[in-house]
């Protein structure tokens, strides 16, 4: 059966995630004849991978794929799919660097283990089984990540193509995340630095990389075009993100409210607000970022300290910034029309998105 | 230039150890062009890399190919030498998991990032930063092995033969190290248990899959007779292992003296000698396993017991007879003369190693 980007996101993103959910599953079945003790291993991934949500990469990179002369069938989007087990990867990692309990709502994987540890009555630190069974699963992920694509059943040829991009995204991404834990422990006040983050961490990974990705699947053609497209949005995209992690609605992103001020995260948000405060201001800013017990109404304050000194206002203008130069990059280059169309609409949810 | 099997294990791993050279710094320079806050990234893993040693699943991988009728060019050295990479990941990871201060003598990659970050006055929690560089390290390392497989310069039928074989070795290597980690926890007390895991965390990974994987670079055959061969001498392998953490050299080995005990692992060895033990000694071995702060004189003490009780005994007798099993295989399949030399001198060297 052959999908096309004209149905709109839905269909294709439900396309996507059956294809995820039927490599999990295979996958699983692995690792159930392997032991019982895997079991709660197979069930975690499963859950990780199905309850999430908005599939950004892989739409990009079917949306990479058509716009470079590429019909959708299902190895294809076998082969679009398997990047969101990199994300999945980055994500399980990301949790526990970060130290956050939750993700979605529900608890993160290495706080699932630590609670198995102690319903198991296991032995030794139940902290330290949760971080290694998630540096475990996150790792179980990433190599899942590169099966996916080597099975999906795309042309030896494609997949050839294809092979490059895809490491060169999966290197930037790590890249990309060193530099974002290493500006957190910088606390850099520079907007430059935390957009060189964003660029790296974001811009290239989310959007343009997967355009690239599935161009590569089909003729290659139109990277050019692609970044021109990919790069402002990905930034935009970050942006919105780190809007989100401030001001979002906790039932929404499922994060605790303030999020990213509890974690110190220095967004570019945080930058602009610094560079519009005096002195006083800017050290109870410093004082506040990174509180792990940081109150609801220290988050309030925060947030109408960023709101007043002009500074979400002047994120948000970025971002319409950025998209407008994004889409102005789609008339290069020979993305097919279809394609064309599915990212313009790619671009508002991406940027004007409440989770 | 084309290398054989002939001169030795030396020249072959000189020739490994320079392809894997060459690539990192091709790697490394391209982290470096993102900037400067990187550059310990590359250098933190270049010397990791390099200054390891044994390179055991390359040496077998290039045995695989041979005996399968390969003949081992460039191309097919960058291969085999790719998977090492994978094994960079599984130790940096590992070390983080077991909370391991040392790695061949010298700080392990977390406590290396742990160190930079007081050094660079860097805010936050050094021992998370630490953390999450190696998890990093450790995921740029796995994405790093596929990249070196997939850039090796060998024909792309041989790549495509041998990705689901790669993939198969790195699904398992994952598992068998959850069931290790949950071994641990569960502090079982059972030989069959402790041999499971060993099975999967090393008989497999070690000496099977990477044989398996070098033949399916070149004709594909003798899968049976390298499993025959290669699932006992893992094992074996895994054990001598096993008697190195309790009974090693720490100038040899690199890890501090009874490592192993200090970490509580459950080993066959452990199994072994518990149940050989009254329950008055039993419960004395539990509670001094595990024991972070265990003194010399108890790592001593437990020697004693440990020897005393037969196990040792047992496990070397266990080592004999599983290399002889292995060494037997190696008269069915058609294995290549000059591969069979080289694999009963590995069985040699991967069971009589001092470190």
Redesign the interface.
């Known amino acids: 059966m052959d999908y096309t980007l004209e149905s709109g996101v839905d269909p294709l993103r439900e396309a996507i995630n059956d294809s995820l959910t039927a490599f999990v599953e295979r996958?699983n079945k692995?690792?159930r004849s392997?032991?019982s003790?895997?079991f709660p291993?197979a069930d975690a991934l499963k859950s990780f991978l199905i309850d999430s949500g908005k599939r950004f990469r892989p739409l990009f990179a079917a949306a990479g794929f058509v716009g470079s002369g590429g019909v959708l069938d299902q190895a294809s989007i076998n082969a679009v799919a398997s990047i969101e087990l990199v994300h999945v990867?980055a994500l399980i990692?990301d949790d526990?660097?970060d130290?956050s309990d939750t993700r979605r709502g529900a608890p993160s994987i290495h706080k699932l283990f630590e609670k198995l540890?102690g319903d198991s009555s296991?032995?030794?630190s139940a902290q330290?089984?949760g971080?290694?069974?998630a540096?475990?699963?996150?790792?179980?992920a990433?190599?899942?990540a590169?099966?996916a694509l080597?099975?999906s059943g795309v042309a030896?040829q494609s997949?050839?193509r294809a092979?490059?991009l895809?490491?060169e995204m999966?290197?930037e991404l790590?890249?990309g995340?060193?530099?974002d834990?290493?500006?957190?422990?910088?606390?850099s006040e520079s907007i430059e630095r935390s957009l060189?983050v964003a660029r790296?961490k974001s811009g290239k990974y989310s959007i343009e990389r997967p355009l690239h990705f599935g161009a590569s699947l089909s003729s290659g053609s139109n990277l050019e075009a692609y970044s021109g497209y990919g790069i402002p949005l990905g930034e935009a995209f970050q942006l919105r993100d780190d809007l989100l992690g401030v001001f979002g609605n906790p039932e929404q992103t499922g994060k605790p409210a303030g999020d990213d001020l509890r974690e110190?995260k220095r967004t570019v948000l945080i930058a602009a607000t610094l560079e519009r405060s005096t002195p006083d201001v800017k050290a109870r800013i410093n004082s506040l970022l990174?509180k792990p017990d940081l109150s609801l109404d220290e988050v309030e304050e925060l947030r109408s300290t960023i709101t007043s000194s002009g500074a979400a206002d002047f994120v948000e203008s970025m971002i319409t910034d950025l998209t407008n130069k994004s889409l102005h990059a789609l008339e290069t280059g020979t993305i097919t029309s279809d394609a064309k169309s599915f990212l313009i609409h790619m671009a508002d949810v991406a940027t004007k998105r409440k989770y």
């Not at 540096?135 to 179980?140: A, E, N, Q």
């Not at 834990?181 to 606390?187: D, R, T």
């Open positions: 996958e692995y690792l392997i032991g003790e895997l291993v990867c990692h526990v660097m130290g540890h296991l032995k030794g330290q089984f971080v290694a069974s540096i475990l699963l996150g790792d179980l990433l190599v899942w590169s099966k080597h099975e030896a997949l050839l092979l490059p895809y490491d999966r290197v790590m890249a995340q060193y530099l834990v290493y500006e957190q422990a910088l606390a060189k790296f110190g990174g």
